[in-house]
């Protein structure tokens, strides 16, 4: 199908998307790689009546280092992630996320804000930026805020985003030292979206887990972090049984989403098996070492 009819504009700068949203209010919509809004333009699901372009903006794209961790730029493709390996050093988990998005040209064109902004309940990004208790940074021409990303998303493709504000940044935390991170996905191979993802940061001291984030994405309605999990792991020996014990807990208390893809059941077992890799894959690049 072909999209509605609608208007296009390309501001200059941050300023000029304030106006624009200002003009068009509800009637319009931000774009930056099209990955996520053009495919529902075209099935009609979005019809706005202007689209505009975020493109322009230089401000919003980048990557800067912060006291906290690192604060990335909206319109920051996941390709220009890619290959800074500065950012990728102080977040772990983050590449491997990356490496398993869609294909090479969704990477060159998807943004990090576009992926938030989106929402989609099977996108990778959010679970990896849950579990580096990354926040977002939302500007209007009258004020600005920052959420924690886990209050920011509120539902299937729904965000805590107004209608005159632009999502200018997510800042990611860099873990303690001694953590490591990983994510693990099960794919649904056309849409390379994910029935099943977790992803893990552990900080581990003396072979004994003092830190853990763990998130998941693809199960339920919306990217959560698996707090049962994470209580489990705090504070248990970092050796392959305990770590995998872990991962039973993971489903208790969530409601799997169920479709011609995968029935609620198999995305509970999936879920407990990518927990368990995960968390394991984590640990050992935390610096944990066992014999086989």
């Known amino acids: 199908m072909y999209p509605a009819e609608f208007a296009y504009l390309r501001p200059p700068d941050l300023d000029g998307l ?5 003009q068009h209010g509800d009637g319009a919509k931000l774009i930056a790689g099209g990955q996520s809004l053009l495919p529902m333009m075209k099935l009609r699901l979005a019809t ?3 689209v505009v372009d975020i493109g322009g903006a230089r401000e919003l794209r980048g990557q800067w280092r912060t006291e906290q961790g690192v604060r990335i730029g909206a319109a920051t493709t996941y390709r220009e992630l890619q290959r800074s390996p500065r950012t990728l050093a102080l977040l772990p988990g983050l590449a491997g996320a990356l490496e398993v998005i869609a294909d090479q040209q969704v990477r060159a064109r998807g943004t990090v804000g576009g992926a938030l902004a989106h929402a989609d309940p099977t996108a990778d990004l959010p679970a990896i930026l849950l579990a580096l208790d990354a ?3 939302l500007h209007s021409r009258q004020a600005e805020r920052r959420l924690a990303l886990s209050d920011f998303i509120t539902g299937v493709f729904a965000t805590d985003l ?4 632009v999502l200018t940044a997510v800042e990611a935390s860099e873990p303690p030292e001694g953590s490591g991170g990983a994510y693990t996905k099960f794919e649904q191979p056309a849409s390379h ?6 992803a893990a940061v552990l900080t581990v001291e003396a072979g004994t887990v003092r830190r853990a984030r763990v998130a998941m994405t693809g199960v339920t309605a919306m990217p959560s972090r698996l707090s049962n999990v994470e209580r489990a792991l705090t504070g248990c020996r970092a050796d392959p049984a305990a770590l995998s014990e872990s991962a039973t807990v993971a489903s208790e208390g969530i409601e799997p989403l169920g479709d011609l893809h995968a029935p ?9 098996v990518a927990t368990r890799d995960a968390v394991r894959t984590a640990a050992a690049r935390a610096g944990v070492r066992w014999s086989a």
């Open 162 to 165: 107004r209608d005159d504000e």
């Open 48 to 50: 706005p009546d202007v």
């Open 193 to 198: 979206f994910a029935l099943c993802g977790v």
């Open 18 to 22: 304030y106006t624009a949203l200002a």
């Open 135 to 137: 926040s977002v940074d």
């Open 264 to 272: 609620p059941e198999y995305r509970r077992h999936l879920l407990e």
